[in-house]
């Protein structure tokens, strides 16, 4: 992230095209979030789905829980889940 210019420096058309140029940027950012949010909000319901299946299909979605990482992690005597681990 670049710091401010100093505004004394600045000219009324120089600030008035850094903002400018800061609002398409922040324009640009928050599009790519929402892409994002979308994304993740189809994932997560592709994987809902999936768990109901499972679910309707005589499965148990808890299976793949290590219940013994989780209580040793809950016992103090090991390190939390890595992100990739969660969910």
Do not use: C, W
């Given at each position: 992230?670049?710091?401010?210019?100093?505004?004394?420096?600045?000219?009324d058309e120089g600030l008035k095209e850094l903002i400018e140029k800061l609002?398409?940027?922040?324009?640009?950012?928050?599009?790519?979030?929402?892409?994002?949010?979308g994304q993740i909000?189809?994932?997560?319901?592709?994987r809902q789905a999936r768990l109901q299946r499972k679910v309707q299909s005589g499965g148990n979605?808890?299976?793949?829980?290590?219940?013994e990482?989780?209580?040793n992690i809950?016992?103090?005597?090991a390190s939390p889940l890595a992100p990739e681990e969660r969910e």
């Amino acid at each position: 992230m670049e710091p401010l210019p100093d505004f004394a420096t600045l000219s009324d058309e120089g600030l008035k095209e850094l903002i400018e140029k800061l609002m398409h940027e922040e324009q640009e950012v928050s599009y790519r979030r929402r892409i994002l949010h979308g994304q993740i909000d189809i994932l997560r319901a592709e994987r809902q789905a999936r768990l109901q299946r499972k679910v309707q299909s005589g499965g148990n979605p808890l299976d793949e829980i290590d219940v013994e990482k989780l209580t040793n992690i809950l016992a103090g005597k090991a390190s939390p889940l890595a992100p990739e681990e969660r969910e």
